[in-house]
């Protein structure tokens, strides 16, 4: 399977605790991006990465939220002390940015969080 | 502040005929546009996008139009089939996407 892929697909949690999730991005995409996404809205942009270097983070990243890309590959995206409000689908995105790169994205199947 | 909109949360169309969704957007700095469709329990899907400097963008069943003067963008499915339900989403961008709202649409067989 050569699309993005999230880890995990769910995840239940206490309200308080962290948690980390992961994302695969297609192979020769060089852009990653973190969107989240609640019931009856369409996905929010939280993050993205250009190889390894965060180029922007939504005012909707809290100080609770950080998201690495270490090697320009994969990503985690962690919350740190989980509120309920933080409940929600989190969706990775990846795309080929440069001169031969188009503006589409393409999303993995996201990680479904259920803060209690 | 909402810079894309999808004014309607449903539509309902018969299968075989047309289904028309719409958008509307505020910002005049976005040079691209893209539909996702999305399955519950799936991410989105990339189906058809268009660039701000054309009008146009058809590929089988699915066109999407651009009037820039009205910043407004639909996306048209002819035929509709039963496969087609799904919720649908309008998304812009200069880099980040920016979605609306969606809409979701029932094709009755």
């Known amino acids: 399977d050569t699309g993005v892929s999230q880890d995990p697909r769910h995840k239940i949690t206490k309200r308080g605790q962290n948690v980390t999730f992961r994302c695969d991005p297609i192979?020769?995409?060089?852009?990653l991006y973190w969107y989240r996404q609640t019931l009856g809205q369409g996905p929010e942009f939280l993050t993205y990465?250009?190889?390894?270097?965060?180029?922007?983070k939504s005012r909707l990243l809290s100080d609770r939220f950080s998201a690495e890309r270490p090697k320009g590959s994969f990503s985690t995206l962690e919350i740190q002390r989980t509120e309920q409000g933080d409940s929600a689908m989190y969706l990775c995105?990846?795309?080929?940015?440069?001169?031969?790169?188009?503006?589409?994205?393409?999303f993995g199947p996201g990680t479904r969080l259920t803060v209690l | 502040d909402q810079q894309v909109k999808q004014n309607s949360p449903s539509l309902s169309v018969q299968e075989g005929r047309i289904s028309i969704l719409n958008c509307d957007y505020t910002?005049?700095?976005?040079?691209?546009f893209l539909w996702y469709k999305k399955y519950p329990a799936e991410g989105p899907t990339f189906l058809i996008s268009?660039?701000?400097?054309?009008d146009k963008n058809e590929d089988g069943r699915f066109t999407v139009f651009l009037n820039k003067s009205a910043k407004h963008l639909s996306l048209h499915i002819v035929p509709s089939q039963p496969g087609d339900s799904a919720v649908y989403f309008c998304?812009?961008?200069?880099?980040?996407?920016?979605f609306g709202q969606g809409t979701t649409l029932q094709v009755k067989p």
């Open positions: 268009i660039s701000s400097i054309k």
């Open positions: 995105a990846s795309s080929l940015a440069g001169p031969f790169g188009t503006n589409e994205q393409f």
């Open positions: 990465f250009q190889n390894e270097a965060q180029l922007e």
């Open positions: 910002n005049s700095m976005f040079d691209y």
């Open positions: 192979s020769e995409h060089n852009r």
């Open positions: 998304a812009a961008t200069t880099g980040k996407l920016i």
